[in-house]
């Protein structure tokens, strides 16, 4: 990018967006992420009790699933939940780093305005600490790393990035929450992608460049393939650009004490023998006056609701009868055809996070690494230093052997915090391209869908209901928009059932 002599900026701890504002556009950063335009906290309803002896399948033993099932067993349900894998968490993972610590290789961080997952997590007895961000942040731009400010950074090109920012932000506030195919324009904004409207609004190659940064490290994926209605619905759920990327303060603002999985596992303690690990669901039959039937490798059951509380491209592995609506099926392969970064989220361990006594708060941004974004991963206490990483395999494929991954990242980190990263002491990964039961890990949409078939993303179909984060109105994509669907089914179910519900055969365990 040639754009002349270059005005470098500091950045604050609370990030380089808020540094860019003050530098071109400080008037029009209220506007962007402001409380304002967060959406209202929403109390959950009063709890609707369920008809005595009524039984409810639920698929999956994500966040979104776990939720759905306390809610109704709390309404009287009775529940089982079906988790295809030997684990239950969905797609939060700790992997055990040694030394009493874990560390997440799947969903992390919570922050203001995610009050449902922060809820959960406080009655399950799982506490909170704020993530660590002192020091100076480093920068990969265009292949030329530097340390506490964005290289090349102009007065225009801060300027350009905050008008960018606003608008789509003011943009984003037009449309009706949870329903953004219902906005006067969203035959427009579903037809372009991001890209394509960074272009047609003419913003600056550095601009484009942010971007491709904030999309890779939100959404894993790129502004050429994501409609621009789904990526405004997504700044509508989370209030703003700046809830979304921001560090402290932001949607990245603390963690929990070991590990986000282990919300999931004490939910799943709690329900007990209802919780049926090793036991995906093959086939679900809604059929016209019969039992509603939930077919496993060695049984069936039959219930009065199922919900399925999935990935949506993952719901593609169960066989419906009769088939979903064409609405529906449209979505679920939409999600699972669209060109996503498959990513492996790793840890590299050492004795000490030494990056800090150097300044650096241990995060890394890039627009073209592979490795496009690294951050402090270390215990509260310190006692060891961890930086976790996201690795764009398909983006340079000497990382994609496993074998010598490991020395290639190492090598990396090296080129943004010196030598003592080439002595680490442990080396952890999760490879979610690979896992056999997950169609990656965030699920961003491309242009036509929302529009074609949106109001299908959360709408029952017959007795089967559905939660997942995607569903959410709020923090689409995040485990608090989990949580929020979780609830959500669970109100859905519990009124559906006030009309007369479907009498079936004694739940056979399988």
């Not at 989220?345 to 708060?361: D, I, M």
């Not at 490795?371 to 215990?379: A, T």
């Given at each position: 990018m040639s754009r002349g002599p270059a005005r470098r900026h500091t950045l604050s701890r609370r990030g380089w967006l808020r540094g860019l504002a003050a530098t071109g556009a400080g008037s029009a950063l209220p506007l962007v992420g402001c409380e304002a335009s967060r959406p209202a906290a929403v109390a959950p309803d009063p709890i609707l009790p369920v008809p005595p002896g009524t039984r409810v399948a639920i698929v999956g033993a994500g966040l979104a699933g776990l939720t759905t099932a306390r809610e109704l067993a709390r309404r009287g349900a009775e529940v089982t939940v079906f988790e295809a894998r030997d684990r239950v968490g969905g797609r939060t993972l700790n992997l055990d780093i040694g030394h009493g610590h874990v560390v997440e290789c799947g969903g992390e961080w919570i922050g203001p305005g995610q009050e449902r997952i922060a809820a959960l997590a406080r009655e399950v007895r799982v506490a909170t600490y704020p993530s660590f961000y002192d020091g100076d942040t480093t920068y990969d731009i265009e292949g030329h790393v530097s340390r506490g400010f964005l290289p090349d950074l102009t007065a225009r090109d801060a300027a350009d990035f905050v008008a960018a920012a606003w608008k789509l932000d003011r943009a984003s506030r037009r449309l009706p929450l949870g329903d953004p195919w219902r906005a006067p324009d969203a035959d427009r904004l579903d037809r372009i992608t991001l890209a394509e409207w960074l272009t047609a609004e003419h913003h600056s190659s550095f601009t484009h460049a942010v971007f491709k940064l904030i999309t890779r490290a939100t959404i894993s994926g790129h502004p050429e393939h994501v409609s621009l209605l789904w990526w405004l619905d997504l700044l509508r759920s989370a209030g703003g650009l700046l809830p979304m990327i921001l560090n402290d303060g932001g949607a990245q603002d603390l963690r929990f004490e070991g590990g986000s999985q282990l919300v999931s596992i004490r939910c799943a303690d709690a329900l007990g023998e209802r919780v049926h690990r090793s036991s995906p669901v093959l086939r679900i039959t809604d059929l016209p006056g019969e039992p509603l039937r939930v077919h496993l490798r060695d049984g069936l059951v039959e219930v009065d609701r199922v919900v399925v509380a999935m990935m949506p491209a993952d719901a593609l592995r169960i066989r419906f009868e009769p088939a979903l609506p064409d609405d529906k099926q449209a979505l679920l392969a939409g999600?699972?055809?669209?060109?996503?970064?498959?990513?492996?989220?790793?840890?590299?361990?050492?004795?000490?996070?030494?990056?800090?006594?150097?300044?650096?708060?241990?995060?890394?941004?890039?627009?073209?690494?592979?490795?496009?974004?690294?951050?402090?991963?270390?215990?509260?206490?310190?006692?060891?230093?961890?930086?976790?990483?996201?690795?764009?395999?398909?983006?340079?494929?000497?990382?994609?052997?496993?074998?010598?991954r490991q020395a290639r990242v190492v090598d990396e980190l090296a080129r943004y915090f010196g030598d003592e990263a080439r002595a680490p002491i442990g080396y952890v990964e999760k490879d979610w391209a690979t896992d056999p039961w997950s169609t990656g890990c965030v699920t961003p949409l491309a242009p036509g869908l929302l529009t074609r078939a949106g109001p299908a993303i959360r709408r029952p179909t017959g007795r089967i209901h559905w939660a997942g984060s995607e569903t959410s109105d709020v923090w689409i994509g995040y485990m608090d928009g989990a949580v929020r669907s979780g609830e959500r089914a669970a109100r859905e179910v519990a009124e559906s059932l006030r009309s007369p519900r479907v009498a079936g055969e004694p739940l056979v365990q399988p």
């Open positions: 999600w699972a055809r669209l060109p996503r970064v498959p990513f492996v989220k790793l840890a590299v361990v050492y004795a000490t996070p030494f990056w800090r006594k150097r300044g650096l708060n241990g995060a890394m941004q890039s627009d073209q690494s592979p490795i496009q974004l690294v951050f402090d991963n270390s215990p509260a206490d310190a006692s060891l230093g961890v930086v976790s990483c996201f690795l764009a395999i398909n983006e340079a494929p000497v990382f994609a052997d496993a074998a010598t």
